[in-house]
């Protein structure tokens, strides 16, 4: 397990964000461009946290021995929606996370958290 696991698992947004690097880039399905820096990435982490319930992992995939690659397939709840995708994590020399690409299916589950979503990150990014 990881500390980024560990902290998404149980609803730690501040350990979250601690697991990501100053410049950490993320991409993300439902956002038109990546979020660069901890700043945006907190707030995707916050709004995900407000509307994703029943969030957990259920498989960790890793990479070669020394790539600093791995994936955690992840299940959770968005309104009546169950959401069923991958965060695929790239580390830098730190270990902290310097890249997250977020994948999400089915189609109907990734709308269903753009919708959701679209509230909380209009403001958080706003800031």
Same mark, same amino acid.
């Given at each position: /397990?990881?500390i980024f =696991?560990?902290a998404?698992?149980a609803?730690?947004?501040?350990? /979250?964000v601690?697991? +990501?690097?100053?410049d950490?880039?993320?991409?993300?399905?439902?956002?038109h461009?990546p979020l660069r820096?901890?700043a %945006? +990435?907190? #707030? /995707?982490?916050?709004?995900?946290?407000?509307v994703?319930e029943?969030? =957990?992992y259920?498989?960790?995939?890793?990479?070669? +021995?020394?790539?600093?690659? %791995?994936?955690?397939v992840?299940?959770? =709840?968005v309104?009546?929606? %169950?959401?069923?995708g /991958?965060?695929?994590i790239r580390?830098?020399?730190d270990? =902290?996370?310097?890249?997250l690409?977020v994948?999400?299916?089915?189609v109907?589950?990734l709308?269903?958290l753009a %919708?959701?979503?679209?509230?909380?990150l #209009? +403001?958080?990014?706003?800031?």
């Amino acid at each position: /397990m990881t500390i980024f =696991r560990d902290a998404a698992e149980a609803g730690d947004h501040a350990g /979250m964000v601690a697991a +990501v690097a100053p410049d950490v880039l993320l991409h993300s399905p439902v956002t038109h461009r990546p979020l660069r820096g901890r700043a %945006e +990435v907190a #707030s /995707m982490f916050a709004a995900l946290l407000e509307v994703c319930e029943d969030f =957990r992992y259920t498989d960790e995939l890793h990479g070669p +021995v020394g790539s600093g690659t %791995e994936a955690l397939v992840f299940r959770a =709840r968005v309104g009546d929606r %169950e959401v069923e995708g /991958m965060d695929l994590i790239r580390y830098d020399d730190d270990g =902290r996370i310097e890249e997250l690409t977020v994948t999400i299916n089915p189609v109907a589950a990734l709308t269903a958290l753009a %919708e959701h979503l679209a509230a909380h990150l #209009s +403001v958080r990014l706003a800031a």
